[in-house]
């Protein structure tokens, strides 16, 4: 499955192909990507430590995550990230509703490799993709979470627009480096994100 989700100036999202038979070095499948991304220490630190991911639990758990329908929006909730002019995988985007049968409220996040880090690839996928759940999708509230210490995303979050809401603290199975400093929630709301752009907010607008 290639067909776009959504283009931006220098991205194009589209939805994750389903598991296949592995191929070759020179034409790899979604697996072989996944599987590369996660194999970065820096790219998993604020997730699990910096443990790889196996190709085993990128196939058996993630992908099917990645490519599952959201009834409510009429389709997925997590999206390929490619460079436009390249084509090259850069990573993924998240735009989940919290629940299957509304898309009131999503959730927002990124995993990019390091090469797309530091060139503002993850506040334009952000940016277009809060547009295009408030205009098109029937979204109310877009939120999103990461650890305290993970300064990198939360200035992310800050510049596509979300405000900050709170810090909390959870009782993780498994600890990491700087779990110790809790997490912190941001949001937007559908008639903040109206205010600052000057787009008009309908109550037609579609919502599913």
């Not at 790899?28 to 991911?53: C, I, K």
């Not at 085993?56 to 999206?79: N, S």
């Not at 490619?82 to 995988?89: D, L, M, Q, S, Y």
């Not at 979470?145 to 979050?157: E, I, P």
């Amino acid at each position: 499955m290639r067909r776009t989700f959504l283009e931006t100036d220098r991205l194009v999202l589209r939805p994750f192909a389903e598991a296949g038979p592995d191929t070759d070095a020179d034409h790899p499948t979604d697996v072989d990507r996944l599987v590369d991304l996660d194999s970065d220490p820096e790219v998993m630190r604020y997730l699990n430590g910096g443990r790889p991911t196996t190709r085993a639990f990128v196939v058996e758990r993630v992908l099917p995550r990645l490519t599952h329908d959201y009834p409510c929006i009429g389709t997925r909730g997590f999206w390929a990230a490619e460079e436009k002019a390249t084509g090259v995988f850069l990573g993924w985007f998240e735009f989940r509703p919290t629940a299957d049968d509304s898309a009131e409220v999503v959730e927002l996040g990124y995993r990019l490799g390091r090469a797309a880090w530091g060139r503002g690839y993850a506040t334009e996928g952000a940016r277009a993709l809060i547009d295009k759940g408030f205009t098109e999708l029937g979204v109310r509230r877009v939120t999103a979470d990461t650890m305290y210490v993970n300064s990198r995303s939360r200035r992310v979050m800050e510049k596509a627009g979300l405000l900050f809401v709170r810090r909390w603290y959870g009782d993780w199975p498994d600890s990491i480096e700087g779990s110790e400093h809790g997490e912190v929630e941001y949001a937007l709301e559908r008639d903040q994100w109206a205010a600052r752009t000057g787009a008009a907010v309908h109550p037609a607008d579609r919502v599913r």
